[in-house]
């Protein structure tokens, strides 16, 4: 039987795959921007930036304010999980609506983060 993840130990991780998100979203910037030019780049550290944006607001949602009860555990999840969803909802009609950026470079930052996250949370709660 695997030992229990403590709660300080699950706080620290989710805190933690945002920076790695975000360091990830900036090296996908910097491919397309070797590849493809500055627009392109700009457009992958967007869809990078969305990934993280995401992940962060779930972990201060989650995690940062204050000791959890276990009794609220699944209510501040699904709450945390709603402010996600809209947070990256928010920032993909920026990228489209109001900036314009093309949709490849957006679409690639993004997945690649996501990507980070599932990775990470499978080697990290094995």
Known sequence: MAPQTSFLEVRKAIFILPV?????????????????????????????????????????VMFGFGRTDSKDVMRKMFRAEAFK???VGLMFYFAFAKLGLPFMPVIVGFMVTLIIFFVALITIFK
């Open 85 to 87: 969803i809209l947070t």
């Open 20 to 60: 790695w998100q975000l360091i990830i979203g900036v090296v996908v910037g910097i491919v397309f921007w070797f590849v493809s030019g500055t627009q392109s780049a700009i457009a992958a550290f967007y869809g990078g930036s969305i990934g993280f944006a995401g992940s962060l607001v779930f972990a201060f």
